[in-house]
């Protein structure tokens, strides 16, 4: 088992950034893929950015690529989600999760809300 806390979300004005964190507990953090996955009001969950164990390798949704920045720290057991130039799309409950790269789906935290105002 692998427990995920994510913390950094929050109410920001169209073009400004928040960072995203995800804290991990458990199971060797290094072990997994990292995702980042946001769900918006009457909308299917989606993938919005992942990162192999080691960091080297990374995928954005089209719609981010450019602003977001997906990152890892495995001897601090936490990942990070950089939003930059946010858009009021861009608002949605973010999640992260660990499992297997391209689609990390194996374990999820309870979600941080994030709200762009335009």
């Known amino acids: 088992q692998v427990q995920l806390v994510e913390s950094g979300g929050g109410l920001v004005q169209a073009g400004g950034s928040l960072r995203l964190s995800c804290a991990a507990s458990?199971?060797?953090?290094?072990?997994?893929?990292m995702g980042w996955f946001r769900q918006a009001p009457g909308k299917e969950r989606e993938l919005v950015a992942a990162?192999?164990?080691?960091?080297?390798?990374?995928y954005y949704t089209d719609s981010v690529k450019g602003r977001f920045t997906i990152s890892r720290d495995n001897a601090k057991n936490t990942g990070y989600l950089l939003m930059n130039s946010l858009k009021p799309e861009d608002t949605a409950v973010y999640y992260c999760?660990?499992?297997?790269?391209?689609?990390?789906?194996?374990?999820w935290g309870q979600g941080t809300q994030v709200t762009v105002s335009s």
């Open positions: 999760a660990v499992g297997s790269y391209p689609h990390p789906n194996d374990y």
């Open positions: 458990g199971r060797t953090f290094s072990n997994y893929a």
């Open positions: 990162i192999i164990w080691s960091g080297d390798i990374t």
